[in-house]
């Protein structure tokens, strides 16, 4: 009987444990008539042992209280999106940043030509300082993470699809899980942006190469380089050409000046809404009212005039005109005077990398002034001088030269022979603006 019993007991087991067994090895096996359990080490063997002996414990005589005990092992359940983002909304303060990779931290997220719409993929690009790389950080109500560019627009999930290689988009801000991100910081100071559609994806660069167009995607979240970013507080364009300005302010004292060329012979005149280069003394010497405005930029006026120094239709692109029109404080009409060693450069408060300019580089009588990118020649450099010091010049080289004619009566002959042609008033006129 005793031996009875055993075989009975061992059968019953061995029933058990081919129901444990069949889900994890029924497919592959039955098919091809294999045994179960021929494939199964003798380890594997003994933990289903105790697995099916654990089951069987619940149903036997023995104490089915064991699981409660407060001693046993409970698996942690997974934090709710909102608990995890509680958890690390203290990761990253709000404000203005780059988001550069930690593949190569040069390359920085980018919109693609700088153009912010809905629908617009992003990119990795090499770091520029312009608004297309400017990202604004911020909280919602339940602390999870909002990044939208400063041109427009939310980072936002395509289709709110939390999916391997769905790449990054901008889209108008709609309050979705799509567009909410949870910042959590690493060890090493960089941050993992994990996605509140699902917790199992973040942002990532595709294929982990940094380069210039690079794409950035959701992946499932793998604690590489290719999903880790390394933030840095940044500022929009505006704001550094702000700070621009307040750098130079004291470059030039307010005041009244003559503007000259870079060769120093020729000053900028004003007349009809138009300004050209001329000689010193041809038609006098026009005078300019620098001034500073109340956000620290310059305006160039004409004086007795009522006008300023204007970029004509508020336009930044290369070969704008520049002209006079009548103060508006626009940025048009704002500029930024910094020294270069004795002359000046004049920047447009509209876009820091145009400057005033002299067409073609040629400066000559009726040369203009247009707007152009920066490149540091002679026909983006000026000198602003007192005009009382150009008065003292001139008084000093009449003075200098006063005994070379004495005084008295002359004719002004083309070379010494009087038979030669001579200087004419026209019809022996007296009367004021006669020809000669």
Not at 20 to 35: I, K, M, R, S
Not at 46 to 67: F, Q
Request: glycine residues 10%.
């Amino acid at each position: 009987m005793g031996n009875r019993k055993a075989m009975f007991a061992s059968v019953f087991i061995v029933l058990l444990l081919g129901i444990c067994l069949v889900p994890a090895f029924a497919e592959d096996n039955v098919a091809t008539g294999q045994d179960a359990n021929a494939s199964m080490t003798a380890d594997q063997l003994n933990e289903s042992e105790l697995v099916t002996n654990e089951a069987m414990s619940v149903d036997s005589t023995s104490d089915s209280n064991a699981s409660d005990s407060t001693d046993a092992v409970k698996p942690e359940k997974p934090k709710s999106v909102y608990g995890l983002a509680s958890e690390h909304v203290d990761d990253l303060a709000d404000g203005l940043y780059t988001f550069g990779s930690s593949v190569n931290s040069n390359f920085v997220l980018d919109v693609p030509s700088g153009t912010a719409s809905a629908g617009r993929k992003l990119q990795l690009y090499s770091g520029n300082k312009t608004n297309a790389q400017v990202w604004r950080v911020s909280h919602d109500q339940n602390g999870l993470v909002v990044i939208a560019s400063v041109k427009g627009c939310t980072l936002d999930v395509p289709g709110g699809s939390a999916s391997n290689r769905n790449p990054v988009q901008l889209w108008s801000d709609n309050g979705t899980l799509a567009q909410r991100w949870i910042a959590i910081k690493e060890a090493d100071g960089s941050y993992t942006f994990i996605s509140a559609l699902n917790q199992s994806f973040a942002i990532d660069v595709a294929g982990g190469v940094a380069a210039n167009g690079s794409a950035v995607q959701l992946y499932e979240a793998n604690g590489t380089a290719a999903q880790r970013w390394v933030l840095t507080p940044a500022k929009t364009e505006q704001q550094q050409l702000d700070d621009r300005a307040a750098a130079h302010l004291a470059d030039l004292p307010d005041g009244t000046y003559a503007m000259l060329a870079s060769n120093d012979s020729f000053a900028l005149i004003a007349g009809g809404g138009s300004l050209s280069f001329d000689k010193f003394g041809y038609s006098g010497i026009q005078t300019f009212g620098v001034s500073t405005t109340s956000d620290g930029y310059r305006t160039i006026a004409i004086h007795d005039a009522g006008a300023v120094l204007d970029a004509a239709g508020g336009n930044d692109a290369n070969g704008t005109k520049l002209q006079t029109y009548a103060a508006n404080g626009t940025k048009a009409q704002k500029w930024i005077i910094e020294k270069d060693g004795e002359r000046y450069r004049i920047v447009s408060g509209l876009n820091g990398q145009k400057v005033a300019d002299i067409p073609g580089g040629s400066i000559a009588s009726g040369a203009g002034l247009q707007l152009y990118s920066a490149n540091g020649t002679a026909a983006q450099a000026f000198y602003f001088v007192d005009p009382t010091a150009v008065r003292s010049e001139l008084d000093k080289l009449a003075s200098d030269n006063r005994e070379v004619v004495k005084d008295g009566d002359y004719a002004i002959a083309a070379g010494p022979d009087l038979s030669r042609m001579v200087l004419d008033v026209v019809g022996g006129s007296a009367s004021s603006g006669a020809n000669v």
